[in-house]
């Protein structure tokens, strides 16, 4: 059996409250983020995508670290710092937004979720928004409150989520919305229970609010779900290109905007609201971008692994753009990729070279999301 102590990681980096019970259910690989480490490998990424999208997966995505935001102007500061409009915004009620900075500009994607009427989630992406909203709120005149809580979240995704969900709570917890979320127990231990996930499949997350009950959490899941078909697991890269999912630092950075993303939806320029990047979401709109996300298909034989560079797109010779993410995808016995490229290259069917680690393949531009791109599996 592997055992933490074979793992040489130091203090500055923190373990999440399910590290070890994932240790000893077979991770074998860790990665950081927010400044946490996270399992990153199981023995076979094949079979966490099958495992995902057959069955159903628990994976430990505590790294989703969560800014809380009280106080009597909660909701004034929360829509000052994103350009989705969240006026109709219940409580009970999440949704995916985007945190843009004065030039207009991402910092960080997260699900937000409000828990009550003056008490809301920033459930975080990597970067450090706890810093960011902290130093928005010093002069912002507002009465609010921002800390990072005591909440790890543990992701439940697959189709046979639901099932283990009931055999956990009960029949009432399938009446949970498709973002949305709702305040449980288990076995004495308080969970806030959510609709959403990183996966493209139906799902949801399991925010434990005592990171001492972490393995007890764990386990408890994994005993109730093992005999419905759950396995311990990871994020799935191929699953989240498929479903054309951002990942931030790879798809999107400080220096994105979400016109070039496509995510003009998140963005509502004549709500009334006020929000940080207003102006210059109002001029990026006018002007146009000079790039634009798009999906490829990439020729040759199976990519091995996902890129750990951002691989070049050129055309005609000349570079226009760079592949941020790209992986093989067994079930559509295809390479795919997200790709960053200049607006004149995106029409449907461009032909354009990739340079990957290895070689000079052959590729184009094809309808991304590459699999359910209703989301339909998601939000069943």
């Not at 997350?205 to 001492?212: A, K, P």
């Not at 959490?217 to 990871?234: D, N, R, S, T």
């Not at 790039?291 to 570079?319: M, S, Y």
């Not at 340079?355 to 184009?364: G, I, N, P, V």
Request: hydrophobic share 40%; glycine share 8%.
């Amino acid at each position: 059996m592997t055992t933490a102590k074979n793992f040489g990681f130091g203090t500055q980096i923190r373990k999440s409250p399910y590290f070890d019970a994932t240790v000893r259910w077979g991770a074998t690989g860790f990665s950081v983020y927010n400044h946490m480490y996270i399992p990153r490998d199981f023995g076979n990424p094949e079979q966490n995508f099958w495992n995902l999208i057959n069955d159903a997966i628990l994976c430990d995505v505590a790294v989703e670290r969560q800014v809380e935001i009280a106080g009597p102007d909660a909701a004034r500061f929360v829509q000052m710092l994103t350009p989705r409009d969240l006026s109709r915004l219940a409580v009970g009620q999440c949704k995916y937004v985007l945190i843009t900075n004065a030039a207009g500009c991402i910092l960080n994607d997260p699900v937000l979720l409000r828990l009550e009427e003056n008490r809301f989630w920033l459930s975080l992406a990597d970067t450090d928004i706890l810093l960011w909203a902290q130093g928005v709120a010093v002069h912002s005149g507002m009465d609010v409150t921002i800390h990072e809580p005591d909440v790890s979240p543990l992701q439940l995704q697959g189709p046979k989520s639901g099932e283990v969900m009931r055999a956990l709570f009960g029949d009432s917890i399938l009446d949970l919305k498709y973002y949305w979320l709702r305040q449980v127990e288990l076995d004495g231990m308080a969970l806030i229970v959510s609709r959403t996930g990183w996966s493209s499949e139906l799902g949801y997350e399991i925010f434990l609010q005592d990171s001492s009950q972490g393995d007890a959490l764990w386990e408890k899941i994994m005993a109730v779900g093992q005999p419905l078909g759950l396995k311990p697991g990871h994020t799935s890269s191929i699953r989240r290109i498929e479903g054309g999912m951002l990942s931030y630092h790879a798809d999107a950075d400080i220096t994105t905007n979400p016109y070039e993303l496509g995510l003009d939806r998140l963005v509502n320029l004549g709500s009334g609201a006020d929000f940080i990047g207003k102006a210059a979401l109002h001029r990026i709109k006018a002007e146009g971008v000079s790039r634009r996300q798009v999906g490829l298909r990439i020729d040759g034989a199976a990519l091995t692994g996902p890129n750990t560079t951002f691989w070049p797109i050129t055309r005609n010779g000349a570079t226009i753009g760079k592949v941020t993410s790209a992986i093989h995808s067994p079930r559509l016995k295809q390479n795919i990729a997200l790709a960053m490229v200049g607006v004149e290259h995106t029409t449907i069917g461009t032909q354009v070279m990739v340079e990957t680690d290895q070689d000079a393949r052959s590729a184009t531009v094809v309808e991304y999301p590459f699999y359910d791109p209703k989301k339909t599996l998601a939000a069943s």
